[in-house]
C-alpha cells in the first residue's frame, strides 16, 4: 500500500470531493448543490476551489447543463470508491442475523433464482428472519455499473471483465443436463446423440441469430438439431416439456430444480458443452460490511448444501424407465459439481442444528 502524505491530504477539504462526485453524477450544478444539501452559489465555489487544487477545469459548460473533462472522467471512479470505502467504515455496525432487519439487493439469472433463491430463503427463514431480498434479472451490460452506483448489492452470474474495485468468489462450476418428460419421450437415462437430434428442442436463446451454445457445439461436428420451440426466458422450458415430445437443456441447477418441481427426467447431454462457472460480485466498498459478508456466505451456502445430486436420483428413480433398447442402459451420471467449500476463500456459515 503506498504511504499517506499527511501534510498533502491535510490541504484536501473532503467536502470537494464529495462536491466532485455529485457534479459527476449530475452533470448539472443545480441539481448537484441539491443533491449535496448546498445552495448553486456554495456549490459553484467548491467547484472553483477543485479547479485551483487539481489545475484543471474539471467541466465545462453545456446546454444542458456541463460536460467533464478528460482528466474529470479520469478521477471519477477512483473518487466515488474512495468516498464509498470512507462511508462504509464510518457507518460500518455489527450485524446479528437473527434480529436486525436488512434489505438487499441480488441480481441473478431466472434459472439460478429459481434453482438457488429456495434454499437461500429456507437459510434466510431459520438464521435471519429480517432479511427480505430483491430480485432482479441479470443485467450483464449494467450489472458492474449498478454495483458501482449502490443500486445493486450482489450480482450472480457467469464470469464477466471487471474492474479492479469488484471482488469476486466463485461458488460453482457450470454445466448442462438435457431435460425431458419421460412420459412421453422414452428414452434412455444416458441420452444418445441419435435421439438427441431425432427430438425436437426448446431452444432458450437472447442473440440475434437465435443460436445458443448448444447449436455452436453442433456445427463444430456438422450436424444440426431439430427446434420446435424457441424461447428467452429458461423458466418456461419446463413448462413447456410437460406432456410433449420434446427436449430442453437448461444449466444443471435449472434443470434439477425443474425435475424435481415438475417430475420430468435429467440426462446428460450426448457432446461436449462449454459451460461458465458461477461467481458473485460486490462492490469493494462492501467487502468489509458485516451484513454484506452474511449474505455472500449465505449464498455460498446455499449454492454448495442444497443437496440437489440426492434430489436427482430420486427424480430419475421415480420416472417411468424407457422401452427396451438394443443398446445396453448406462446409468444417469451428472456434470458440473459444485465448488466445495475447501476451495472457496472464507469461511461458511452452518445451519444450526
Not at 450544478?29 to 479547479?51: D, F
Request: charged residues 20%; positive net charge; proline residues 8%.
Amino acid at each position: 500500500m503506498q504511504p499517506i502524505d499527511h501534510a498533502h491530504l491535510s490541504r484536501l477539504d473532503l467536502n470537494l470531493l464529495v462536491a466532485f462526485d455529485a457534479l459527476m453524477r449530475e452533470r448539472h450544478v443545480t441539481r448537484a448543490a441539491h443533491r449535496v444539501g448546498l445552495g448553486q452559489p456554495a456549490m459553484s465555489h467548491h467547484l472553483a476551489r477543485l479547479r485551483e487544487l487539481l489545475g484543471d477545469e474539471l467541466f465545462t459548460r453545456a446546454p444542458t447543463g456541463v460536460v467533464p473533462t478528460p482528466h474529470a472522467q479520469a478521477l471519477a471512479e477512483p473518487v466515488r470508491n474512495a468516498l464509498a470505502c470512507l462511508q462504509a467504515v464510518l457507518t460500518q455496525r455489527p450485524f446479528d442475523p437473527a434480529t436486525q432487519e436488512r434489505h438487499f439487493r441480488v441480481s441473478l439469472s431466472d434459472g439460478l433464482e429459481s434453482s438457488l433463491v429456495p434454499p437461500l430463503l429456507a437459510l434466510v427463514a431459520e438464521q435471519a428472519p429480517g432479511v427480505t431480498l430483491s430480485l432482479s434479472p441479470l443485467q450483464e451490460a449494467r450489472g458492474l455499473a449498478m454495483l458501482d452506483d449502490g443500486s445493486l448489492d450482489l450480482l450472480v452470474g457467469p464470469p464477466m471483465e471487471q474492474a479492479p474495485h469488484h471482488k469476486l468468489r466463485l461458488f460453482c462450476a457450470g454445466g448442462y443436463l438435457v431435460v425431458f418428460d419421460p412420459s412421453v419421450v422414452r428414452v434412455d437415462t444416458q441420452l444418445s446423440m441419435e435421439d438427441f437430434l431425432a427430438i425436437p428442442h426448446v431452444r432458450v436463446s437472447r442473440r440475434a441469430d437465435s443460436s445458443d451454445a448448444v447449436d455452436d457445439a453442433l456445427a463444430k461436428l456438422r450436424l444440426r438439431r431439430r427446434v420446435a420451440v424457441q424461447t428467452t426466458h429458461a423458466l418456461s422450458v419446463p413448462h413447456l416439456l410437460r406432456g410433449a415430445r420434446l427436449l430442453g437443456l437448461l444449466p444443471r441447477r435449472s434443470a434439477l430444480a425443474s425435475a424435481k418441481a415438475f417430475g420430468l427426467s435429467v440426462s446428460p447431454p450426448p457432446l461436449a458443452l462449454t459451460a461458465d462457472s458461477i461467481v458473485m460480485r460486490w462492490h469493494a466498498s462492501r467487502d468489509s460490511d458485516p451484513g454484506h459478508r452474511w449474505l455472500r456466505e449465505a449464498m455460498f451456502l446455499a449454492a454448495t448444501s442444497s443437496g440437489e445430486d440426492n434430489t436427482a436420483t430420486r427424480v430419475a428413480a421415480r420416472t417411468p424407465p424407457p422401452p427396451k433398447r438394443s443398446r445396453q442402459k448406462v446409468a444417469m451420471g451428472l456434470t458440473g459439481e459444485p465448488v466445495p467449500p475447501s476451495m472457496a476463500r472464507g469461511a461458511t456459515l452452518r445451519r444450526k442444528s
